[in-house]
């Protein structure tokens, strides 16, 4: 089993930047592939960015240019870090681990709005 706590959510304006963490409670550096998906009010679930042990990092279009997923293992940490933020981008977060199954954390809010 795995536990992955989110944090560093907020209110910002349109153009702000925000960072998430995405803190798990074991290891890491054996993991299959960490990243985050998105859910906004009244939507879908939509899937973000993934940053895999060993394979490249994948960004949904909707982002590419503006969010960085990055990892410290030492840490046991991903974030996401989010630029030129847009009101679109308002949902909650959700950060995802694959072992190759795939554990959830409990979401933090991300509010866009001037």
């Known amino acids: 089993q795995v536990q992955l706590v989110e944090s560093g959510g907020g209110l910002v304006q349109p153009g702000g930047s925000l960072r998430l963490s995405c803190v798990a409670s074991?290891?890491?550096?054996?993991?299959?592939?960490m990243g985050w998906y998105r859910q906004a009010p009244g939507k879908e679930r939509e899937w973000v960015a993934s940053i895999p042990v060993g394979g490249s990092i994948v960004y949904a279009d909707s982002v590419k240019g503006r969010f960085t997923i990055s990892r410290d293992n030492a840490k046991n940490t991903v974030y996401l870090t989010m630029n030129n933020l847009k009101p679109e981008d308002t949902a909650v977060y959700y950060c995802?681990?694959?072992?190759?199954?795939?554990?959830w954390g409990q979401g933090t809010q991300v509010t866009v709005f001037a």
């Open positions: 074991t290891s890491i550096s054996s993991f299959g592939a």
């Open positions: 995802y681990a694959r072992l190759p199954n795939k554990y």
